[in-house]
């Protein structure tokens, strides 16, 4: 089985293909006001399993969904590769870049996505967390899930009319399998990747909206490779497409 995915570009180009996954409650839709700036780059847009085209299909866990991804990229002849994560997106791609890997990987590029959490204390208390989510993603009108989902400190620097025109925009989604996903890709089951991600032979890049204290100090912390967009919080491709752009375009750069 293949993820849900969209290609752009051309099969002969000499540059490696930009593989984007989106957040969760996403879509592959997410990326496009960056991917203006890429359109002379082959590139594949996946749904992640639950969302947008692959909603129907589930994963138990993070193993299992570096198969698909690498199934996909099997199914679409793609040799080169660059990696492009937000948030979910991010710790999918971290997970495959140190564990799954195809051959041909040229560098991966997280936005705001969590490395892994350090010891099992921790992991009860994010299961503790996401458990009350995926409730309220069964449970409750979708909508209203994502009001409340909208209104975590993470996303503080939305006004009310940003979160009003994202929970209008996630809602064609399904709470059941956004729960399963969220059930699946929890952090507290995704093992800490931190000491492999700095064994990587490949470029990494970190990039955090200059508003999200949160994962800013955690890539300080954890002396990640990191790169602050201004004007952003958490999605920071969503709120500063043009500068997000420029920066990945500088980091695009980097040899191989």
């Known amino acids: 089985m293949i993820l849900h995915a969209r290609w752009q570009g051309h099969r002969r180009s000499s540059k490696p293909t930009l593989v984007w996954l989106h957040g969760f409650l996403g879509t592959m839709h997410d990326w496009q006001p960056v991917q203006q700036a890429f359109i002379d780059w082959p590139m594949l847009s996946l749904d992640l399993p639950g969302h947008g085209g692959s909603c129907a299909q589930r994963v138990s866990g993070f193993d299992e969904l570096s198969e698909r991804i690498g199934t996909t990229l099997r199914h679409y002849q793609i040799q080169h ?8 997106g991010g710790r999918v791609a971290m997970h495959y870049a140190c ?9 991966l590029v997280v936005e705001a996505g ?11 208390a994010r299961y503790a967390h996401d458990s009350l989510w995926m409730r309220r993603f069964r449970q409750l009108p979708l909508p209203d899930a994502l009001q409340a989902w909208y209104r975590q400190p993470l996303f503080n620097e939305l006004t009310g009319q940003q979160r009003n025109d994202l929970v209008n925009h996630r809602s064609a989604g399904e709470g059941p399998a956004l729960a399963a996903m969220l059930h699946a890709t929890s952090l507290s089951r995704q093992p800490n990747l ?9 470029p990494f890049s970190y990039l955090c909206g200059e508003w999200d204290n949160k994962f800013i100090q955690l890539a300080m ?4 490779p990191l790169h602050i967009i201004p004007a952003a919080g958490h999605n920071a491709h969503r709120a500063s497409p043009a500068a997000f752009s420029d920066r990945l375009t500088q980091l695009l750069r980097q040899p191989v």
Do not use: M
Request: aromatic share 8%; glycine share 10%; charged share 15%.
């Open 221 to 224: 912390q954890a002396r990640l």
């Open 114 to 124: 969590h490395p892994g959490l350090a010891n099992d204390e921790q992991r009860q």
């Open 194 to 202: 931190l000491p492999e991600l700095q064994r990587l032979t490949v």
């Open 81 to 88: 590769y660059w990696l492009i994560g937000y948030s979910l």
């Open 99 to 107: 564990r799954a890997a195809l051959p041909g990987l040229c560098g």
